[in-house]
T-cell receptor
Framework: KQEVTQIPAALSVPEGENLVLNCSFT??????LQWFRQDPGKGLTSLLL?????REQTSGRLNASLDKSSGRSTLYIAASQPGDSATYLC????????????FGTGTRLQVTL | EAQVTQNPRYLITVTGKKLTVTCSQN?????MSWYRQDPGLGLRQIYY???????DKGDVPEGYKVSRKEKRNFPLILESPSPNQTSLYFC?????????????FGQGTRLTVV
């Protein structure tokens, strides 16, 4: 059974710092991995999708990497801003489970002034 | 605008009173699913649908029903809600159920059962 773990559970950094969020998964037989952002009381916003054949994806100040064989992904946020404060979730779709997403419990990020 | 729309956003109800949470997508997606989010447990899949008239149980289906009569709609039905179904619910859709497509989520429905 696929399990997804995110470390750390919470993180506080000053504005302008670069930071890395970690995600690990136990079953490397995945179709893809998605990073989401969740604001309090809001829905999930898709940030980046990495297919299993890809190593990384970039969108603006965000860069996500995938090492499928070791079951790890990182989300790198450059030059953090207070508006980046949110909970970040990673999720994988595992082969044989259709498009079911297995989620980690998230990293709650606070960027302070 | 491509989107997944859930209604209502907030709902407080009493134990045993049947309710339906609606979900609609305008992207012509085949695959739709429902998740619930609880503190410390993350998001867990309740039910999913591969296409019209094709539905199946997810990881936590007890106490829920779904239907998929039209491609765009996938309502979640609680026939007799109980307090342990108090949660934040999300509907999601993907182009297909083949696992390699991006998932889009609705804004969520916060349900409280008293």
């Amino acid at each position: 059974k696929q399990e997804v773990t995110q470390i750390p559970a919470a993180l506080s950094v000053p504005e302008g710092e670069n930071l890395v969020l970690n995600c690990s998964f136990t079953d490397s037989a995945i179709y893809n991995l998605q990073w989401f952002r969740q604001d309090p009381g809001k829905g999930l916003t898709s940030l980046l999708l990495i297919q299993s054949s890809q190593r990384e994806q970039t969108s603006g100040r965000l860069n996500a990497s995938l090492d499928k064989s070791s079951g790890r992904s990182t989300l790198y946020i450059a030059a953090s801003q207070p508006g980046d404060s949110a909970t970040y979730l990673c999720a994988v779709t595992t082969t044989g489970t259709a498009s079911k997403l297995t989620f980690g419990t998230g990293t709650r990020l606070q960027v302070t002034l | 605008e491509a989107q997944v729309t859930q209604n209502p956003r907030y709902l407080i109800t009493v134990t045993g009173k049947k309710l339906t949470v609606t979900c609609s997508q305008n992207m012509n997606h085949e695959y739709m699913s429902w998740y619930r989010q609880d503190p410390g447990l993350g998001l867990r899949q309740i039910y999913y649908s591969m296409n019209v008239e094709v539905t199946d149980k997810g990881d936590v289906p007890e106490g829920y029903k779904v239907s998929r009569k039209e491609k765009r709609n996938f309502p979640l039905i609680l026939e007799s809600p109980s307090p342990n179904q108090t949660s934040l619910y999300f509907c999601a859709s993907s182009l297909s159920g083949e696992g390699n497509t991006e998932a889009f989520f609705g804004q969520g429905t916060r349900l409280t059962v008293v």
